[in-house]
C-alpha cells in the first residue's frame, strides 16, 4: 500500500522537475550562446547614454575615498547580452587601485546599458573590457 501512494507522488515530483527544466531553458540556452570578442564583431558595442553612466560613476564614488582624495582607473571585463543589457554574474574586475573601487565600479557595470554589439547585422553577445576612471 505504501509503494502505491509514493508511485503518484514520484510521478509529480518528475513532471515539476521537467516544468522547472522547459522554463530555464531559455536561460540556459542564452548562457550557451556564443560570445563574440572585439575583433569578431561587424559592429561592436556602444554605450546608450554616456551621460547617465557618467552620473552612476559619480554616485558610486566611495565617500570615503573621495574625501581622502584617492581615485584610479578600474578595469573591468563583462558579457553584453544581445538586448544591450550587461549580463549578471558576468562583471570581472581585471584590476583596480583599491578593492572598495572595484565594488563600486561593479555595481556600475551592472546598470549601464548598450546598443550590442552586432555580427552580420545580427544582435550577438559581446566579451567587453571597459576602464571606469574615479577621479576625486
Known amino acids: 500500500m505504501f509503494t502505491s501512494s509514493v508511485r503518484p507522488f514520484h510521478?509529480?515530483?518528475?513532471a515539476a522537475a521537467a516544468?522547472?527544466?522547459l522554463?530555464?531553458?531559455?536561460?540556459?540556452?542564452?548562457?550557451?550562446?556564443?560570445?563574440y570578442g572585439g575583433g569578431d564583431l561587424s559592429s561592436p558595442?556602444?554605450?546608450?547614454s554616456a551621460a547617465a553612466t557618467a552620473r552612476l560613476v559619480a554616485r558610486s564614488f566611495p565617500e570615503e575615498?573621495?574625501?581622502?582624495?584617492?581615485?584610479?582607473?578600474?578595469?573591468?571585463?563583462?558579457?553584453?547580452?544581445?538586448?544591450?543589457?550587461?549580463?549578471?554574474?558576468?562583471v570581472e574586475v581585471l584590476q583596480t587601485p583599491a578593492p572598495a573601487l572595484g565594488e563600486a565600479a561593479k555595481g556600475v557595470a551592472e546598470k549601464m546599458q548598450f546598443v550590442p554589439g552586432k555580427k552580420?547585422?545580427?544582435?550577438?553577445?559581446?566579451r567587453v573590457q571597459l576602464p571606469i576612471i574615479y577621479k576625486p
Open 11 to 14: 510521478r509529480l515530483a518528475s
Open 19 to 21: 516544468a522547472i527544466a
Open 23 to 35: 522554463a530555464a531553458a531559455p536561460r540556459l540556452a542564452a548562457a550557451q550562446e556564443e560570445v
Open 45 to 48: 558595442p556602444k554605450l546608450l
Open 65 to 90: 575615498m573621495r574625501k581622502a582624495g584617492s581615485g584610479g582607473t578600474v578595469q573591468l571585463q563583462f558579457v553584453i547580452g544581445r538586448d544591450g543589457k550587461v549580463e549578471p554574474g558576468s
Open 120 to 126: 552580420d547585422g545580427s544582435a550577438v553577445r559581446a
